[in-house]
């Protein structure tokens, strides 16, 4: 496994891989990895000859100092998992060689009613930092094929109509999102949770399921917006009873055929329902696919 820090040394590196007629599987990441990372790596180990995995903790997709200053860095535990899962090639950007002339671009990116909703609305700027990032990362690796999780569902749907919008020549994959045994999704954010927490936290994952599978039980009672309304008030509540108050920020249906929020839900479902929720000061998002997939 290679490891490069310089742009300029991974685009040879690169452009001679290309010429060799290798294909290359991309997967983004901010570090603090976990068996979510590793599986969009298996995928990408799948379907291409060689795999590149970017570790940059992108400053301009935090709306919260805080949380940047909180985020954790495991280089060397990363490298010695990508190492184990025969990952090619690592890369590891410096700040300066990323932004050079600063954080502060003139360009900036937004998605309109897209970003109005959920994370968009509660983490302002966020997916303009998301698409500055990847599209830069995009320019430099130049992958046949990126990786994402279906954890991060709306900036999967964001970068989609980034690469889309702006013709980026390659192919997107949303992974599964991978999950602990309680059912809680695997987040880098879990590594500040207490065992107990963790535990209170894998309710978010029940609530959800069994919202979906009312749905799918009972589908007819949710073409009324009084019904979901009912349901998310439900969830909403028992969350907030258990030991630990899990405090939801936002939970949500949404229409992926649409592409937007919707108050009721009729046949053929395709449907994610999304939750953001807050677990002492840890905020955790999750979702699920409720009927047919087609993204
Ligand atoms: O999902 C993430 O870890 C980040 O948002 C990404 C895509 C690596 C961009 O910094």
New binding site residues.
């Given amino acids: 496994m290679e490891v490069f820090r310089s742009i300029k040394d991974i685009k040879e590196h690169l452009s001679q891989l290309k010429k060799e007629k290798h294909s290359i599987g991309f997967v983004?990441?901010?570090g603090a990895l976990h068996e979510g990372h590793l599986s969009l790596v298996s995928n990408a180990k799948q379907e291409n000859s060689k795999v590149v995995v970017?570790i940059?903790v992108?400053p301009t997709?935090f709306n919260r100092e805080e949380d940047l200053l909180k985020y954790p860095n495991r280089e060397e535990e990363d490298l010695k998992m990508l190492n184990e899962v025969g990952c090619n090639i690592v890369f590891i950007p410096t700040k300066e060689g990323i932004y050079p002339s600063g954080v502060n671009t003139y360009t900036t990116f937004s998605f309109g009613s897209l970003e109005q909703i959920m994370e968009g609305k509660y983490r302002k700027g966020h997916f303009h930092g998301?698409a500055l990032?990847?599209s830069k990362l995009f320019h430099i690796i130049q992958p046949d094929t990126a990786y994402?999780?279906q954890k991060?569902l709306q900036?999967y749907l964001i970068i989609k109509s980034l690469v889309n919008d702006l013709s980026f020549p390659l192919t997107l994959r949303c992974c599964s999102t991978v999950r602990e045994e309680s059912g809680l999704a695997l987040s880098s954010r879990n590594l500040r949770l207490t065992n107990q927490e963790r535990k209170v936290a894998s309710n978010i994952y029940k609530q959800l399921t069994l919202a979906k599978n009312n749905i799918l039980e009972k589908p007819e009672t949710f073409k009324k917006p009084k019904s979901i309304n009912t349901l998310k008030k439900s969830i909403i509540n028992s969350l907030k009873q258990l030991e630990t108050p899990v405090i939801v920020e936002y939970i949500e249906f949404f229409n992926l055929e649409k592409m937007e929020l919707c108050q009721t839900i009729s046949k053929p479902i395709s449907v994610a329902i999304c939750i953001a929720a807050i677990v002492n000061e840890v905020r955790l998002i999750d979702n699920l696919f409720i009927g047919d997939k087609i993204i």
């Fill in positions: 983004p990441t901010m970017s940059f992108n997709q998301v990032i990847v994402f999780g991060d900036q």
